[in-house]
């Protein structure tokens, strides 16, 4: 009679338990559910809204700053810089830029980089642009 007593005493505490780790479980195999169907299997994150650049990328650079004339950029630790034209898909300007350079690229002067004009302006209206650290 002891017997049955003990292990009747021991289901609610195994109930208790094993609920939490039945949880647990449940929970951590959720993750890898996913919707097998969905034609986009690159697992590339792709931004809704945002505008491709006209450029392609290159694979030994950094991109600093984009947007339209006015741009600059103080480049701390300097190196070959080069500027893209991203409504022609063109690069503009490349130069090396000294420690702590600024880059300015203004549609009246151009392309500064550290005070000095690399490509004379003016620039074409409305167009936008990109600057590139690159780490050839």
């Given at each position: 009679?002891?017997?049955?007593?003990?292990?009747?005493?021991?289901?609610p505490f195994a109930?208790?338990?094993?609920?939490?780790?039945?949880?647990?479980?449940?929970?951590?195999?959720?993750?890898?559910?996913?919707?097998?169907?969905?034609?986009?299997?690159?697992?590339?994150?792709?931004?809704?809204?945002?505008?491709?650049?006209?450029?392609?990328?290159?694979?030994?650079?950094?991109?600093?700053?984009?947007?339209?004339?006015t741009l600059n950029?103080?480049?701390?630790?300097?190196?070959?810089?080069?500027?893209?034209?991203?409504?022609t898909g063109k690069?503009?300007?490349?130069?090396?830029?000294?420690?702590?350079?600024?880059?300015?690229?203004?549609?009246?002067?151009?392309?500064?980089?550290?005070?000095?004009?690399?490509?004379?302006?003016?620039?074409?209206?409305?167009?936008?642009?990109?600057?590139?650290?690159?780490?050839?």
């Amino acid at each position: 009679m002891n017997k049955s007593k003990s292990q009747s005493g021991r289901a609610p505490f195994a109930a208790r338990s094993i609920a939490p780790l039945l949880a647990l479980a449940l929970t951590a195999a959720l993750p890898g559910c996913r919707n097998k169907n969905n034609s986009d299997t690159t697992g590339v994150s792709r931004s809704v809204g945002a505008a491709p650049s006209a450029a392609p990328l290159p694979t030994d650079s950094t991109k600093l700053a984009a947007g339209p004339a006015t741009l600059n950029y103080l480049v701390g630790p300097g190196g070959p810089i080069h500027v893209i034209d991203l409504t022609t898909g063109k690069t503009i300007a490349t130069a090396v830029a000294p420690v702590q350079a600024v880059i300015v690229v203004d549609q009246t002067k151009g392309v500064i980089v550290a005070n000095k004009v690399v490509k004379a302006g003016p620039l074409p209206a409305g167009h936008r642009y990109e600057i590139w650290l690159d780490h050839k």
